[in-house]
C-alpha cells in the first residue's frame, strides 16, 4: 500500500513541473484539466498513439521536448497516414500534417548506406521551414559519430538549428522507401 501511495505522489509531484524552453523547470499552473477532449493513451517516452506505428521518436536535450513521426499500422504509399509531431503528451506544439488523408506525398525519405555509414532522413515542409528528421551514423569519424534529432532550416537562410536526441530514438524505417517518395 505505502509503495502505490508513493507511486501515486511522485507522478502528481512529476505534473506538477515542466519543462520551458531554456531547459529550466517551472511549477504547472493547479488549474483543472480540460476534460471535454477524450484522453489519448500514448506509447512510452513518444508522442504516438498506442495504436499507431512509431516511426522515430526520442526526447531531445534541448529544448525538453519529444520529437516523433507516427504512423497509422496499414500506411502503404496509397493508405494510412504519417505524421509529424513535437511537443510534450498532451502539449503538441506542432503536428504536421493536421489531416491525415494524403500525408504520403508531403514526406520525403533518404536512406543512404554504406561500410561505416549509414544515414536515414525524413523530411518535409511547413510554411517554408524545411525539416529533416536524422539517424546518422558515421564510422569513419575517429572517433564515430552518432546525429539523432531534428534540424529546422528557416526560409531564404542558411541557417539550420538542430536539436539532438536525449536518448537513443526508438526508430522502425521499415517500408519507408516503398511509401514515400525520394529525397534527395
Known amino acids: 500500500m505505502q509503495k502505490l501511495i508513493l ?13 520551458d524552453e531554456r531547459g529550466l ?18 506509447q512510452p517516452n513518444t508522442l504516438c498513439d498506442r495504436n499507431e506505428r512509431v516511426i522515430f521518436s526520442c526526447p531531445l536535450k534541448r529544448p ?15 493508405r494510412g497516414y504519417l505524421q509529424y509531431r513535437f511537443g510534450l503528451p498532451g502539449k503538441i506544439e506542432l503536428e504536421f500534417p493536421k489531416e491525415r488523408t494524403g500525408t504520403q506525398t ?5 536512406h543512404y548506406f554504406r561500410a561505416q555509414v549509414d544515414l536515414t532522413e525524413i523530411s518535409f515542409n511547413v510554411n517554408g521551414y524545411e525539416y529533416q528528421v536524422t539517424d546518422d551514423y558515421n564510422g ?3 572517433p564515430a559519430q552518432t546525429i539523432q534529432g531534428v534540424s529546422v532550416t528557416t526560409p531564404g537562410k542558411p541557417k539550420e538549428v538542430t536539436f539532438i536526441c536525449r536518448a537513443k530514438p526508438k526508430a522502425d524505417y521499415t517500408d519507408l522507401q516503398a511509401v514515400l517518395g525520394n529525397g534527395k
Open 64 to 78: 525538453a521536448k519529444i520529437v516523433s513521426v507516427c504512423a497509422s499500422k496499414d500506411l502503404t504509399s496509397d
Open 140 to 142: 569513419e569519424e575517429k
Open 7 to 19: 507511486s501515486i505522489a511522485i507522478m502528481v509531484l512529476a505534473r506538477c513541473f515542466i519543462d
Open 25 to 42: 523547470s517551472q511549477t504547472a499552473s493547479l488549474e483543472p484539466e480540460d476534460t471535454s477532449q477524450p484522453t489519448t493513451v500514448l
Open 106 to 110: 508531403k514526406f520525403q525519405y533518404t
